[in-house]
């Protein structure tokens, strides 16, 4: 009689000791890695990101608002991230609407932006702020919109003067970045790193000049109020001429789709919160 245990019956081994009643072990072998492989998968999607230094992921984050607004300026006249100087210049349009078309331009990179923000902070309150998977496919959908953006500048119709025309293939990539713009700044209050948006320096430069600990030797929050325009600014210099150069606005959009994929990959790698 087959012996019993508490997962049912042992058969006696046979073969020099191999265990043959239900198929070869090579048959069985791929079943196992392969499910544990979909469970280690989600499990380590679904955990959310440590906080600490995730604040170096967001001062990257300044580079590409340079490269996208100073690129924006010099082709279409209107900002794409930092809607301050948008408002000011629609509220010269509507001073003077027969003087500048820019007006429309800024317009619609703030409807965009505010848009934006209204869909990327409720994708992140509703899935959890700060899981892997929600910044992972945060950064995702900024890099696709981007790269939408880049796509009609390489291979759609050309304009004679994209500083004054107000055509679809110019307001269609501002409201495109524009709308992904804010995904960074959704971000920043995910993570509690809530001055760090990436779309605001007056704020910054107020704090950091206003700090009372401003020459301290140790002091993390000044550091990061002196790299964010740092960042910002080394990134609007390349943006500008890279734009001026022979690779254009569209180049210059496809290197900052580029930088998202990076951050992407920054946020798979990066720790698991403590539990």
């Known amino acids: 009689m087959a012996a019993s245990s508490q997962y049912g019956t042992v058969n006696k081994p046979v073969n020099g000791g191999r265990n043959v009643a239900f198929g070869s072990a090579d048959e069985e072998q791929p079943l196992l890695p392969q499910t544990l492989s979909k469970s280690s998968w989600r499990k ?31 082709t279409w006249g209107s900002f794409v991230s930092m809607q301050t100087g948008n408002t000011v210049y629609i509220g010269l349009g509507l001073a003077a609407p027969k003087e500048s078309n820019r007006w429309i331009k800024s317009g619609t990179s703030l409807i965009s932006f505010c848009i934006g923000s209204f869909f990327f ?23 696709a919109f981007i790269v939408a953006a880049a796509a009609i500048l390489t291979w759609g119709p050309k304009s004679a003067n994209e500083r004054e025309e107000v055509s679809w293939n110019v307001l269609v990539p501002i409201a495109l970045i524009a709308f992904q713009s804010c995904g960074q700044a959704v971000t920043s209050r995910a993570l509690k790193y809530n001055a760090l948006t990436s779309v605001v320096l007056t704020s910054l430069y107020c704090d950091l000049f206003s700090d009372a600990e401003l ?8 550091n990061r109020r002196i790299g964010a325009p740092s960042l910002l600014l080394f990134g609007a210099i390349m943006g500008g001429l890279l734009a001026h ?10 290197i900052a789709a580029g930088l998202k994929l990076l951050v992407v990959i920054s946020w798979f790698l990066w720790p698991p919160a403590e539990e």
């Open 44 to 74: 380590r999607m679904m955990v959310n990101v440590h906080r600490d230094w995730a604040d170096i992921v967001l001062l990257s984050c300044y580079i590409i608002t340079g490269l996208l607004d100073s690129a924006a300026i010099s």
């Open 121 to 143: 902070s409720r994708f992140h309150r509703y899935f959890s702020p700060t899981r892997r998977w929600v910044l992972c496919a945060s950064f995702q959908a900024q890099m």
């Open 215 to 222: 020459f301290a030797f140790d002091n993390a929050e000044r």
């Open 245 to 254: 150069s022979t690779i254009g606005t569209a180049g210059v959009l496809w």
